[in-house]
């Protein structure tokens, strides 16, 4: 069966510090691949979309990157973090035969 | 574009009261629908879908859903709540057929079931 990772649970961060946050696939190739935020009151916004290695859509400028060095790994980094992204972090994928996403845990991340 | 509106942020019932949440899409091409439930400091969990055929969705934990297309809406409804289903329910969408699947979402729903 397929399964999600991401990690960590839970970050607090300075201003100005970089990021990293990781999230893995198993069980399944060539997954689509997206990040979401979740801000209080404002529903899920996506961040990135990938569907394949090395190839990442951003649907919003922000302060953020992210990557897909492997087909099953999705990274989302920031050099240096502003207090604005603070929220909560989702990992999602789809596979080619699917219809809907499915969603890891998630990461609060806290910018102080 | 694609867009989904929740009409109620926040949705207190008794617990055996029935419930809806309602969602209204917006979309100039096909779309598939969906609804996720979130509990509290989790990921999103798929609820129930509609894809096509049946205009009336069901889940394993009694919600159902209908799809209206004249209406542009797919409520989410439950003849009778428990505690347990205290959560943020997520109305979402993505284009039918699409390579991406992207979901677009709407702000969500509080669902509080008191005793």
């Known amino acids: 069966s397929q399964t999600i990772h991401q990690w960590p649970a839970t970050l607090v961060q300075p201003v100005g510090s970089p990021l990293s946050l990781e999230c893995t696939v198993e069980?399944?190739?060539?997954?689509?691949l997206y990040w979401y935020r979740q801000a209080a009151g404002r529903g899920l916004q996506l961040l990135f979309y990938s569907i394949g290695i090395d190839q990442i859509s951003s649907e919003v400028p922000q302060n953020l990157s992210a990557s897909r060095p492997q087909d099953r790994q999705f990274i989302l980094s920031s050099k240096k973090l502003l207090l604005s992204d603070s929220g909560f972090y989702l990992c999602?994928?789809?596979?080619?035969?699917?219809?809907?996403?499915?969603f890891g845990q998630g990461t609060r991340l806290t910018v102080v | 574009a694609q867009s989904v509106t929740q009409l109620d942020s926040q949705v207190p019932v008794f617990e055996e009261a029935p419930v809806e949440l309602r969602c209204n899409y917006s979309?100039?091409?096909?779309?598939?629908l969906f609804w996720y439930v979130q509990y509290p400091n989790q990921g999103l969990q798929l609820l129930l879908k509609?894809?096509?055929?049946?205009?009336l969705v069901k889940s394993i934990n009694g919600f159902e859903a209908e799809f209206n297309k004249s209406q542009t809406s797919f409520h989410l409804r439950k003849p009778s709540v428990h505690i347990s289903d205290t959560a943020e329910y997520f109305c979402?969408?993505?284009?039918?057929?699409?390579?991406?699947?992207?979901?677009?979402f709407g702000k969500g729903t509080k669902l509080s079931v008191k005793p």
């Open positions: 979309s100039s091409v096909s779309v598939y």
């Open positions: 069980g399944t190739s060539n997954p689509n």
């Open positions: 999602a994928w789809k596979g080619q035969a699917n219809t809907e996403a499915f």
């Open positions: 979402a969408v993505s284009v039918r057929g699409g390579s991406q699947g992207n979901l677009i």
């Open positions: 509609y894809l096509s055929g049946s205009t």
